[in-house]
T-cell receptor, first 115, second 113 residues
């Protein structure tokens, strides 16, 4: 069964550094998402992406964040200047459609630790 | 925006008993309600979902009910097994919010053998 994959599984960085988190969505899916989960807390929506554009973003997704689909398979989340509070698990997800009946499939996550 | 509340935050049951987790949502326009199971250190996995045009859905030991009037939905697990132990998240989706899912705070279910 196809799955969403993410790399790296764990990223450690110094505060102020840039990080890029990578995701490969399920191959025929058209809609892509990033969520984050601070340790022990709920999963929070960051951004959704379709047709090479952001379709929705949350208040968390400020100017320090950006997303890109650089080729036909990868979907990336960049954090320009990391802060301590960016430490979290970041999940990529994808869905086939955008309608009421779509399902979002999650990747295994990247644990980001900002020191 | 949408707000989803989930109760209880922790639930401990004996193997074989039933478990019920409840969620309420605030936006009456929300039309899709998935439930995810997350084992420790793993990805959230969809276990069941319900659309707003039905009131109940069942899949083996798992069922979900939806009360649109009261804006709440519940997950029911019968004949619980130790492998059901995990954190369960409910979520809702507003139709005009770019498919974003709003999650509840999670319920840690512990099934004691």
């Amino acid at each position: 069964e196809p799955e969403v994959t993410q790399t790296p599984s764990h990223q450690v960085t110094q505060m102020g550094q840039e990080v890029i988190l990578r995701c490969v969505p399920i191959s025929n899916h058209l809609y892509f998402y990033w969520y984050r989960q601070i340790l022990g807390q709920k999963v929070e929506f960051l951004v959704s992406f379709y047709n090479n554009e952001i379709s929705e973003k949350s208040e968390i997704f400020d100017d320090q964040f950006s997303v890109e689909r650089p080729d036909g398979s990868n979907f990336t989340l960049k954090i320009r200047s990391t802060k301590l509070e960016d430490s979290a698990m970041y999940f990529c997800a994808s869905s086939l459609t955008s309608g009421m009946y779509n399902e979002q499939f999650f990747g295994p996550g990247t644990r980001l630790t900002v020191l | 925006g949408e707000n989803v509340e989930q109760h209880p935050s922790t639930l401990s049951v004996q193997e074989g008993d039933s478990a019920v987790i409840k969620c309420t949502y605030s936006d009456s326009a929300s039309n899709y309600f998935p439930w995810y199971k997350q084992e420790l250190g793993k990805r959230p996995q969809l276990i069941i979902d319900i659309r707003s045009n039905v009131g109940e859905k069942k899949d083996q030991r798992i069922a979900v009910t939806l009360n649109k009037t009261a804006k709440h939905f519940s997950l029911h697990i019968t004949e619980t097994q130790p492998e059901d132990s995990a954190v369960y998240f409910c979520a809702s989706r507003e139709p005009n919010a770019g498919n974003m899912l709003t999650f509840g705070g999670g319920t840690r279910l512990m099934v004691k053998p």
